[in-house]
């Protein structure tokens, strides 16, 4: 099912010290103007340099960003900033950080992974993409040949057959380490053992990818691997084995580990016209029971609930449980061609049974999407001042993301949030 393979990773080298904090970054779509001039003055060699570079996004115009990127990539590397490892590796990455008062740590082995369409259920997909950001990601990747964050995918290994390789390598010496805003520490180390790399191989020969994170880039390496070979094709080129545009980096998760914490994205909405909550919430009714929410943390009333629910503020101040109604069966509200899984899923109900019907907000319209903001903490979401409606959802569990995947199904946007994020520039690979 799934090929992976070593590579020489690029990554940075003109320090002595392995901490690399100042030279990593969140993923680039995270990032606004503000960070990013804060990572640049805090080290020129910052990777958004690279990731998310200055210029025009008008690949068109001389001294576009995607050519400052590849210039700055092609000089970072010739003067030794970044330098490629002397030989292929598989690398594990392990993230340690405080949650909810204990210590948790997630690991992941970083690969090259062959390309498959989704339609090949080998890499699985389970949100939707949008054209101009895979239009930007597919811009850079052509102007720099290169993977320059992994794609965060999941694996199934209930058995912890990972377990001791993992174990094993981090008894070894660290190679890059990184903390990030959160305290989140990040390490990195190389396995180079050839019986290693071929167990590992073989582990991983008989399994399915879950994307968690990373669609977009996922998207836009099978787009540059189709117009490689297009390109190939027409010059006459024969394929010897499978070319470096055949896979993808990949930092891959055991999607078993109990360590791996899945978190909701709130939602904050804002009307397209004048907002008027007395009419709001007795529309909501219609579907939802509405009650006061008992005292405590949010998430803790959420977690209660038997049905789809949740904490509803408006800007009033007005803050009210809403659980779907007994008599409303998700599967005949919700009028659209997909399982019932989909239509179970609490982030659907929100989208189907509010966002579009009460708000006309419309997947995939940009113009009604500039009225939906996604918010991580779930005080900060219910701060609506500059909103009319705050939702407070559920995570999606483990085992939904896994049904709707395997069914060929994706989620509505934002539907899962892995914490934490992979940091950028920790590893970089090359395709020239």
């Not at 949740?310 to 061609?337: N, Q, S």
């Not at 918010?375 to 959802?393: G, R, S, T």
């Amino acid at each position: 099912m799934a090929f992976i393979k070593p590579f020489a990773a690029t990554m940075y080298r003109h320090v002595s010290d392995p901490d690399i904090t100042t030279l990593v970054a969140p993923p680039y779509d995270v990032i606004g103007p503000e960070l990013r001039q804060h990572l640049i003055e805090g080290d020129p060699h910052n990777v958004v340099a690279i990731d998310l570079p200055h210029g025009s996004s008008d690949a068109s115009l001389p001294g576009n960003r995607y050519e400052n990127a590849a210039a700055i990539w092609r000089e970072w590397r010739s003067s030794g900033v970044l330098v490629d490892d002397a030989a292929d590796a598989f690398y594990v990455l392990e993230q340690t950080w405080e949650h909810a008062g204990r210590h948790v740590r997630r690991r992941a082995f970083v690969a090259a992974v062959e390309l498959h369409a989704f339609s090949e259920g080998v890499v699985l997909p389970h949100e939707r993409t949008l054209p101009k950001h895979v239009a930007d990601r597919l811009d850079l990747t052509r102007t720099c040949s290169a993977n320059l964050s992994q794609v965060f995918s999941l694996f199934s290994d209930p058995a912890g057959e990972t377990d001791g390789i993992f174990d094993a390598a981090v008894r070894g010496d660290v190679v890059l380490s990184a903390t990030d805003a959160d305290g989140v520490v990040s390490r990195v180390w190389a396995i180079h053992d050839a019986e290693t790399i071929t167990a590992l191989q073989e582990i991983m020969a008989d399994k399915q990818l879950f994307i968690a994170d990373g669609h977009h880039r996922y998207t836009t390496a099978l787009a540059y691997r189709d117009e490689r070979r297009a390109a190939d094709a027409e010059a006459g080129l024969e394929r010897v084995g499978r070319p470096d545009y055949d896979f993808t980096m990949m930092a891959l998760v055991n999607m078993d580990d109990p360590d791996l914490i899945v978190l909701p994205t709130h939602r904050q909405v804002r009307s397209a016209g004048s907002f008027d909550a007395s009419t709001f919430w007795d529309e909501l009714a219609r579907n939802f029971d509405i009650a006061e929410p008992p005292s405590g943390h949010p998430a803790a009333a959420l977690a209660a609930a038997a049905r789809t629910t949740f904490l509803v503020k408006t800007a009033d101040g007005t803050t009210r449980l809403a659980t779907l109604r007994e008599d409303i069966d998700a599967a005949t509200a919700i009028p659209v061609d997909a399982s019932v899984a989909w239509k179970s899923l609490d982030v659907t109900v929100l989208q189907e049974l509010v966002l579009g019907p009460l708000f006309g907000i419309i997947p995939g319209d940009m113009s009604t999407l500039e009225r939906l903001t996604f918010v991580k903490d779930a005080h900060d979401a219910l701060n609506v001042e500059n909103a009319d409606v705050a939702f407070i959802l559920n995570a999606t569990r483990m085992d939904q993301l896994r049904e709707i995947a395997l069914g060929g199904e994706t989620m509505p946007q934002k539907s899962t949030y892995f914490y934490p994020k992979l940091l950028s520039g920790l590893i970089f690979r090359s395709m020239d």
